[in-house]
């Protein structure tokens, strides 16, 4: 591991001021992913910042509005009464998403951040466009079969593996943002950007930017949401593919409202705008599950190790739209 400065802000203005002009300075919150890059030689820092102790732990509700505060730890998230009460969804994906231990460690805003887990990426003797750019993409002809099929560019065909960034995208989630000029707030579904011919560029995030804080607007009170993730074992493992749904029933039994968000497909979260658009207004049925689905896929473009994540996707996303379809008696509301 290459050696570092160290510093512990005492303030988020001394945070950003501290980073802010100093292009290999970066933050230092939970460190569950950053360290672990440091270890590999992925990231190579010349200082660190400690936000650890900044007081930006909190979780206020208010109306049915939440907002979570950048330093939240994900086991206090997913624990919290009324998120799970409110957005299961959410709680299901902290989770699904890591140990006990880790989600003692784990902040909200680094889990939004953390780095894909591809190979390629991960080892420093390959090349690799997202580390090195121009470097090449030796993935799309040699190990791919759990990278993405929606979204991915012929420079770079990683995935996003934060499971909550795929909840917090179902749920309309924002993301709001500090820096030495000011504040800004960002959709979550716009925090993310396309790698296209720059994949070494995974968010909106200028350098020196602190996320303070994410904020989720209520749901209608007969939504009803849920988070199913496969994985290749059933301890904790990253997402061959995961579903984040919500869906609301009209008084008729028809699909007033649905919202579908994918992960282990994408270089981000993966929101269904198409599939959502074939579902409002129907009857639920296998067959309008069938065409809407496809409908989205249809810009897959998967690769021969992992073009089963099509139908996989699919299919799974058609059984949680049906868990969530039952007549209202059967159904479990969100609050």
Not at 3 to 30: C, I, K, M, N
Not at 199 to 219: D, N, S, W, Y
Request: net charge neutral; aromatic share 6%; glycine share 8%.
């Amino acid at each position: 591991m290459k050696s570092f400065s160290y510093q512990r802000a005492t303030s988020v203005d001394e945070a950003v001021l501290a980073v802010a002009g100093q292009p290999e300075t970066v933050y230092l919150a939970g460190g569950t992913n950053l360290v672990d890059l440091m270890k590999l030689g992925v990231s190579r820092p010349q200082a660190l910042v400690d936000i650890s102790h900044l007081p930006l732990g909190h979780l206020t509700h208010q109306d049915g509005h939440t907002v979570i505060g950048a330093m939240a730890t994900n086991a206090a998230v997913a624990g919290d009464p009324v998120i799970r009460a409110n957005f299961p969804v959410l709680s299901e994906s902290i989770l699904a998403g890591a140990s006990g231990q880790l989600r003692n460690s784990a902040s909200t805003a680094g889990n939004l951040l953390q780095k894909t887990r591809c190979t390629y990426y991960q080892d420093v003797s390959k090349p690799c466009n997202k580390r090195a750019p121009g470097s090449g993409c030796p993935a799309r002809t040699g190990a791919h079969r759990d990278l993405g099929i929606l979204g991915v560019s012929t420079s770079c065909i990683a995935t996003q593996p934060s499971d909550m960034a795929v909840a917090l995208s179902v749920l309309d989630a924002t993301v709001s943002l500090r820096s030495a000029t000011g504040e800004r707030t960002v959709k979550l579904q716009d925090f993310y950007v396309a790698p296209g011919a720059t994949p070494h560029r995974e968010t909106v995030l200028e350098h020196g930017e602190l996320i303070t804080q994410v904020a989720l607007p209520a749901l209608p009170e007969a939504a009803v949401s849920r988070y199913h993730k496969v994985r290749d074992r059933w301890s904790y493992a990253f997402a061959v593919i995961s579903v984040a749904a919500v869906v609301v029933m009209d008084a008729h039994e028809r699909i007033e409202q649905a919202r579908i968000a994918w992960g282990g497909v994408a270089p981000r979260p993966w929101r269904a705008f198409l599939a959502e658009s074939e579902l409002r207004g129907h009857e639920p049925s296998p067959a309008l599950f069938e065409r809407a689905l496809r409908a989205e896929l249809r810009h897959a473009t998967p690769l021969p190790q992992n073009e089963f994540k099509v139908d996989l996707v699919k299919d799974v996303t058609a059984g949680l739209l049906t868990d969530l379809t039952h007549p209202a008696g059967d159904r479990k509301v969100t609050r």
